[in-house]
């Protein structure tokens, strides 16, 4: 905390204040007509986007949990993501595909995309994100085994062109069953990796 730079105290300042001041800043007239509903706009734009900070998993999966014995993965793939990295505030999108292997206890399909946007509507780095949901399934619902793959795009690195534009980060979070049998793992990443649209 000591090596922390100590500015002015700004937290009496409304967020809109903030948001003209940024407008100024970055070399245009917050008062002109374009811009002028535009700091109500982007506060409540971000209090969407990091409404994850003011919910729990608990709050995400509820009363969302079933006794059921069926021992075989279940993998609910291609959910949608979006996330602001916390390096530069920008938007990182993409799908995440979360698996488990019950050990009594299933949870209701649509949680696991709920417990997704607890994490993601925060500032987040996809490592820590991909980690949190894993951690999240392991606590809540102790299965044998949780599986999380998040591939996404980062817009910090393709508008700001200081990488290659269409690079997709990919990262991955095992525990139990998905860490210690290879088969399982291999089972689960072909599954969510390989695109398939049987619906179609
Ligand atoms: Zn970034």
């Known amino acids: 905390m000591s090596a922390r730079k100590k500015g002015p105290d700004l937290s009496g300042v409304s967020f809109e204040a903030l948001v003209a001041e ?67 505030l920008l938007p990182f999108f993409g799908k995440a595909h979360v698996a488990y292997i019950p050990d009594g206890r299933i949870m209701g399909l649509s949680k696991a995309a709920r417990l997704v946007d607890v994490f993601a509507r925060r500032f987040q780095v996809q490592e820590r994100l991909t980690e949190q949901i894993a951690q999240a399934i392991w606590d809540t619902i102790q299965p044998q085994g949780v599986a999380v793959v998040i591939e996404a795009y980062h817009l910090c690195m393709m508008m700001r062109g200081v ?38």
């Open 22 to 88: 940024m407008i100024r800043r970055c070399g245009d007239d917050p008062g002109r007509e374009g811009l002028a509903k535009t700091p109500e706009r982007v506060r409540k734009a971000w209090e969407f986007l990091t409404h994850g900070y003011r919910l729990t998993p608990a709050d995400a999966i509820g009363d969302g949990l079933f006794e059921e014995h069926h021992h075989n993965m279940v993998l609910v793939k291609d959910i949608e993501l979006y996330s602001l990295c916390e390096h530069h």
């Open 163 to 200: 990488e290659k534009q269409n690079s997709k980060t990919i990262t991955s979070a095992m525990r139990g069953a998905f860490m210690d049998e290879a088969s399982t793992r291999d089972e689960f990443l072909r599954l969510a990796l390989t695109p398939h649209h049987p619906l179609n």
